[in-house]
């Protein structure tokens, strides 16, 4: 068994090798650029991006045109949220947002915001679910944009994000849905979901970093949106630049073998995340499980201990590499945003760890890991002024 186990792959995931394989050839034998119209180098390397955006296109239920590729799903995101708030009819300044997504999509709606455009950031219950009637309540005449995540990448909670899709288009509202941590693990169809902008990540299902997607639906009136980037009017004007011809061979790939293995992949990784919570939850009081119990990804789990420092418990379990529930600086500990939102204490949300298992994770691990959590936890109790049993 390697050591340390890797339990956070929603933050990364390691390319797969019949990944690396589709992309080695992008590197040496077909490396021209997508954009050179003139000679053959250019011809193949246009084929393969072409096929990329055709297999992407249809893993998702859209259409190849449909497909925008981005540097990674940050850019997705602000392209579509920005650029579609941007782009709003005279009179539709108001965004709505939710409270627990991902700085990918907040910080563009601040930024938003200071160009005087309102946003609204919607609460959340207990379990990280967004109630629609609030949503419903927040949605007036002047909005023309909501953004919400399929998964959350803290917790796992999905959202119901069909039912808010037809919500906005009783509203006439744009949808845009970042679905990064969605994608391979759960089934993502923009047509079952019915959104109208949807961002994708490649390094999140075991393709290569630096690139990603963002769906832009074919609609009447056409969907416009402001690019953030001028020079070259690249990906039908809407992201100027070279086109990454082996990142989006091996997105394409990435994404197909993901769908593929899914109906076998997903429900095997539940039983190791329940293994997971059932053998640290049993054998430790005072443990809080953060997220819907039955509208989660298969791979995420994440856990708060009362009484315990959780910067000081992740560096204690050497065995696995794990994320905290917080964003901690030695000089500034800042509890997660989304475990605050979801109305965890700072203290709990200072004490969480969240787990997020993968193709290469064995039951084994899964028990050497719960056995490391639930020594660490029990040895920082021990001498924590925080545990008052």
């Not at 800042?334 to 193709?359: C, D, E, I, Q």
């Amino acid at each position: 068994m390697k050591l340390p186990i890797y339990m956070d792959h929603n933050a990364t995931t390691p390319v797969d090798p019949r990944v690396l394989e589709a992309m080695l050839p992008c590197f040496t034998e077909h490396f021209g650029n997508a954009a050179s119209r003139t000679h053959a180098y250019g011809w193949a390397a246009a084929k393969l991006a072409d096929g990329a955006r055709a297999r992407i296109a249809g893993a998702i239920g859209a259409h190849p045109e449909e497909i925008v590729f981005t540097s990674g799903a940050t850019e997705a995101n602000n392209l579509a949220i920005k650029g579609a708030a941007r782009a709003l009819a005279p009179g539709r300044t108001h965004v709505v947002t939710c409270a627990t997504e991902h700085k990918a999509v907040l910080d563009p709606c601040a930024a938003l915001a200071r160009e005087g455009i309102s946003v609204t950031l919607l609460p959340v219950d207990g379990d990280g679910r967004l109630d629609l009637e609030r949503l419903a309540g927040a949605l007036t005449p002047a909005t023309g944009l909501v953004s919400l995540m399929l998964a959350n990448n803290e917790t796992g909670t999905l959202h119901p994000i069909a039912a808010v899709a037809a919500l906005c288009r009783e509203r006439g509202v744009l949808l845009h849905c970042d679905a990064t941590q969605a994608a391979g693990k759960v089934p993502v169809d923009v047509g079952a979901l019915g959104v109208d902008l949807l961002s994708l990540s490649a390094h999140k299902l075991y393709g290569p970093k630096g690139v990603g997607a963002l769906y832009v639906g074919r609609r009447k009136p056409r969907l416009r949106l402001i690019p953030l980037l001028d020079g070259g009017g690249h990906e039908q004007g809407l992201r100027s630049g070279t086109l990454n011809v082996p990142g989006v061979v091996g997105f394409a790939r990435a994404l197909e073998i993901a769908v593929a293995e899914m109906a076998v992949e997903a429900p095997r990784l539940a039983g190791l995340r329940d293994r997971l919570q059932d053998a640290v939850v049993s054998r430790l009081e005072a443990v809080t499980v953060n997220g819907d119990p039955d509208h989660r990804l298969p791979n995420t789990l994440n856990l708060s201990f009362a009484g315990v420092d959780g910067a000081a418990l992740l560096v204690g379990v050497r065995e696995a590499a794990l994320a905290s529930g917080s964003a901690c600086t030695s000089a500034d500990p800042k509890p997660s945003h989304v475990l605050l939102a979801m109305g965890r204490s700072k203290a709990l949300a200072n004490a969480s760890l969240r787990f997020s298992l993968g193709r290469g994770n064995t039951a084994a691990e899964v028990e050497t890991v719960a056995a490391a959590v639930v020594r660490e936890v029990e040895r920082l109790r021990t001498n924590s002024p925080l545990w008052r049993r």
